[in-house]
């Protein structure tokens, strides 16, 4: 038995992966014995491997809730501040920085620590043991264009990990870890373009995967090409949200004066990670100042009635669900009970697309230099396989999959794949 685990610290969903006793090595080169990889999952909530990456600081109880009792407890009305898209966070100035829980200023780097030593937490009970070892998962780029950023928020997320108990962290590309995992299934050599859709990301990886090459302790040959954009579910929630939503609120109306009401309240509302600016003393005072100057009033005073009610985290949960919905529907109701008035809105799937489109022609721009990049033509790809929970849009789908037209489209675990990649480099890596 190993103490060496893979994290997935996802910005929407976390899990943990462990090769275990009676569970199966393979993809490791050792010996297959018992049940399939996916089983290296351990449950760490309700029974399930996802943890969705929330912190809830409930006030009226004076505990701190995490995952889908955070969200229960958030939306149950409960007093206290919900915090979630921690991992956006890294990399940039926001990480340095502080928000107010309960009169108190919790650092940011104490706030992720918090969560990551949940993760730890749960996971050990789970395996009955301790973690001293674990690898964890990175986008190909935390930020975009930026490598002094880039290598910042990794030294953090180490620097985070090793805070709560890991001795020896060790990082690995998520689609290469998904990559692992899909290796661990196949039983002939396959070209593979491996597309990890997540929450905060998009990336790509060009490896050449089959059992033969499986337990190799390096493996850097068969990785032709990662290539990656910082764009993921979060940010098709947002346009989601400005496209449909924002507008019964006031964005992009005007002041009697001509001038558009500053957009910066509609993107932080619509943007995960930034919904709690909303709240300060500073941005509530000039939204009451520009309420007065409003040619559609009664749009600022929906705004300032979601304010008040700390309604953000609620109206993201709706397009979100919307954005889910639209994947498999041409359009969906959204009942937003908790506006003033209430409202019922109608979204179709051709308004998601186009809010998105922008989006998709950076995803496709990536995918076609990482295929530059590897000097490979796209008929050469057996595979594509698709991971991350934002890979279901459909969409987005089809447009990957017309990049490669003759590769075989394969769907992984769109929730633990790299989890339990990550669990088989673990084993390789720390043994």
């Given at each position: 038995m190993t103490n060496a685990c893979g994290v997935d610290f996802g910005t929407s969903n976390s899990t943990v992966g462990w090769i275990g006793p009676g569970r199966n090595p393979a993809g490791t080169g050792l010996p297959a014995a018992g049940p399939s990889v996916a089983s290296s999952l351990l449950a760490l909530e309700d029974g399930k491997p996802t943890l969705p990456s929330v912190v809830f600081f409930n006030a009226d109880d004076e505990e701190v809730?995490?995952?889908?009792?955070?969200?229960?407890?958030?939306?149950?009305?409960?007093?206290?501040?919900?915090?979630?898209?921690?991992?956006?966070?890294?990399?940039?100035?926001?990480?340095?920085?502080?928000?107010?829980?309960?009169?108190?200023?919790?650092?940011?780097?104490?706030?992720?620590?918090?969560?990551?030593?949940?993760?730890?937490?749960?996971?050990?009970?789970?395996?009955?043991?301790?973690?001293?070892?674990?690898?964890?998962?990175?986008?190909?780029?935390?930020?975009?264009?930026?490598?002094?950023?880039?290598?910042?928020?990794?030294?953090?997320?180490?620097?985070?990990?090793?805070?709560?108990?890991?001795?020896?962290?060790?990082?690995?590309?998520?689609?290469?870890?998904?990559?692992?995992?899909?290796e661990s299934q196949i039983d002939r050599e396959e070209l593979v373009l491996i597309a990890d859709i997540g929450g905060g990301t998009s990336d790509f990886s060009l490896v050449r995967l089959?059992?033969?090459?499986?337990?190799?302790?390096?493996?850097?040959?068969?990785?032709?090409?990662?290539?990656?954009?910082?764009?993921?579910?979060?940010?098709?929630?947002?346009?989601?949200?400005?496209?449909?939503?924002?507008?019964?609120?006031?964005?992009?109306?005007?002041?009697r004066s001509g001038a558009e009401i500053?957009?910066?309240?509609?993107?932080?509302?619509?943007?995960?990670?930034?919904?709690?600016?909303?709240?300060?003393?500073?941005?509530?005072?000039?939204?009451?100042?520009?309420?007065?100057?409003?040619?559609?009033?009664?749009?600022?005073?929906?705004?300032?009635?979601?304010?008040?009610?700390?309604?953000?985290?609620?109206?993201?949960?709706?397009?979100?669900?919307?954005?889910?919905?639209?994947?498999?529907?041409?359009?969906?109701?959204?009942?937003?009970?908790?506006?003033?008035?209430?409202?019922?809105?109608?979204?179709e799937r051709a308004t998601f697309e186009e809010a998105i489109g922008q989006l998709l022609g950076s995803i496709d721009a990536t995918v076609l230099r990482l295929l530059a990049d590897a000097g490979v033509a796209a008929e050469a790809v057996d595979t594509v396989f698709f991971t991350g929970g934002s890979s279901g849009v459909g969409l987005l789908r089809a447009r990957v999959g017309a990049l490669v037209p003759g590769a075989r489209k394969v769907e992984g675990d769109l929730f633990g794949s790299i989890g339990a990649g990550l669990a088989l480099d673990a084993l390789r890596k720390f043994g």
């Open positions: 809730r995490y995952g889908r009792a955070a969200l229960a407890d958030y939306l149950a009305g409960y007093e206290g501040r919900l915090m979630r898209s921690l991992k956006s966070l890294l990399g940039t100035s926001l990480m340095d920085g502080q928000t107010e829980v309960a009169g108190r200023a919790l650092p940011f780097r104490l706030l992720l620590a918090q969560f990551i030593g949940e993760v730890k937490r749960r996971a050990e009970v789970q395996a009955g043991r301790g973690f001293e070892h674990a690898v964890f998962g990175r986008p190909v780029f935390f930020i975009d264009d930026n490598r002094q950023a880039d290598k910042l928020a990794e030294d953090t997320l180490a620097e985070v990990a090793r805070s709560v108990g890991f001795r020896e962290v060790a990082f690995q590309y998520e689609p290469i870890a998904a990559a692992f995992d899909y089959g059992p033969g090459r499986a337990g190799k302790p390096d493996r850097r040959d068969d990785i032709l090409a990662t290539g990656g954009v910082h764009i993921g579910g979060t940010d098709f929630d947002k346009y989601l949200s400005l496209a449909s939503v924002m507008p019964l609120l006031g964005y992009r109306s005007t002041l500053p957009s910066s309240y509609y993107f932080n509302l619509a943007t995960w990670h930034t919904i709690n600016q909303a709240y300060t003393r500073k941005s509530i005072g000039q939204l009451d100042e520009l309420a007065r100057d409003a040619r559609e009033p009664g749009k600022l005073a929906r705004l300032k009635h979601l304010i008040d009610e700390r309604a953000g985290h609620w109206l993201a949960m709706q397009v979100e669900g919307a954005k889910i919905g639209l994947s498999s529907n041409e359009a969906v109701t959204l009942e937003l009970d908790r506006l003033a008035p209430p409202e019922s809105l109608l979204i």
